[in-house]
């Protein structure tokens, strides 16, 4: 299975002013306006620094699994994103090496799926996978 990193994940308790702070700071450049992610319940952005994407997102409602990110650990780091050939035979492989999925496949921004596997089978970090849909 190939992995490639797709973004970086952030939460934040407001994304106007984590986009300023990385604008100033580490010269980010906007790739995409706010938009409402209604499966995850988060307004997100994304930003890109160098080679990097940076997913930038707060939640919009409470309670959401965001909210409750939050409150234990505060802004931040949430998730490592890796893009996938296929959502499932990823989803396959890593069960094969005892992960496990918190978050089936469902759709997502554009013509992508994606899932997440459980934290504390990575030592603490949040893994999404995300995969073209065919």
């Known amino acids: 299975m190939k992995l ?3 973004h970086i994940g952030f939460v934040s308790t407001d994304i106007a002013k984590t986009v300023r702070a990385f604008e100033k700071i580490l010269g980010a450049e906007l790739v995409s306006s706010p938009f409402l992610d ?3 319940r988060v307004n997100e952005v994304n930003v890109r620094i160098g080679d990097t994407v940076i997913q930038i997102f707060e939640p ?3 309670p959401s699994p965001v909210n409750h990110f939050l409150e234990k650990r ?3 780091l949430h998730h490592l994103c890796f893009e996938v050939e296929s959502i499932r035979e990823a989803l396959d492989e890593f069960r094969a090496r005892g992960a496990k999925v918190v978050w ?3 759709d997502t921004f554009e013509d992508y799926q994606a899932a997440f596997l ?3 089978e990575a030592g603490g970090l949040l893994i999404e996978l995300v995969a073209k849909r065919k």
């Open 74 to 76: 505060g802004e931040g």
């Open 118 to 120: 459980e934290p504390h």
């Open 60 to 62: 919009v409602v409470t």
């Open 38 to 40: 209604k499966v995850q």
């Open 4 to 6: 490639k990193l797709h």
């Open 104 to 106: 089936e496949p469902f």
